[in-house]
């Protein structure tokens, strides 16, 4: 089984638009970054959970040490995309439930992209990744699943690209921009 080693670069690429990107494994130096990375999407108000709400440096500490902690004994993986020394974006995967033995096989992903860079291949990139971790560096995952808005047309074409099945839909399951969205539940057997 692998082991988490923060800043750990996971893969060089380029983006479709010919940029130099990396993906590794987050570390603390980028808490400033993810911070700001985070609050700035949140405002947006873009198919993400967060809507407006703005996260303190002490909130995002907090989440970073836990997501470190979670790394460290295999049950989730966070990753960022840099262009340059722009954070262009990042999510995780992770066990749906480390305390409950019969969904430990269920991990659940997601992922945001900073606007300027979305349709440049960057969320392609991380889903394969997350795939991959899924199937070497958690413990014993056989199912990922995800949740997206019906609306977003690109994410859902990505995730069925992937090979993610719609498996259900939660009518009015998520709220955006002050309209109720069916919440569609995909997953991906591995």
């Not at 980028?30 to 959970?49: H, R």
């Not at 340059?84 to 096989?105: D, F, Y």
């Not at 969320?123 to 990744?129: A, L, Q, R, S, Y």
């Not at 399951?173 to 591995?190: F, P, Q, T």
Request: glycine letters at 10%; a positive charge; one cysteine or more.
């Amino acid at each position: 089984m692998k082991k988490f080693i923060p800043g750990k670069v996971l893969k060089r690429f380029k983006t479709r638009s010919g940029k130099d990107a990396i993906l590794r494994y987050s570390k603390w130096e980028d808490l400033g970054a993810l911070t700001k990375f985070v609050n700035e999407i949140s405002k947006e108000n873009v198919y993400v959970a967060f809507s407006g709400e703005q996260l303190s440096k002490k909130e995002e500490t907090e989440w970073l040490a836990n997501m470190f902690r979670s790394m460290e004994n295999n049950w989730r993986a966070h990753v960022l995309c840099f262009v340059g020394k722009e954070l262009a974006g990042g999510g995780s995967i992770g066990t749906k439930n480390t305390m409950r033995r019969k969904s430990q096989h269920v991990a659940a992903v997601g992922i945001m992209i900073r606007k300027k860079y979305r349709g440049d291949g960057i969320g392609t990139v991380i889903m394969k990744e997350f795939i991959e971790q899924a199937k070497t560096f958690l413990k014993g995952i056989k199912l990922v699943e995800l949740s997206v808005f019906e609306d977003n047309k690109p994410a859902i074409k990505l995730y069925k690209e992937l090979g993610f099945k719609e498996v259900g839909k939660i009518p009015k399951g998520l709220k955006h921009r002050g309209k109720y969205n069916n919440e569609i539940l995909m997953i991906l057997s591995l």
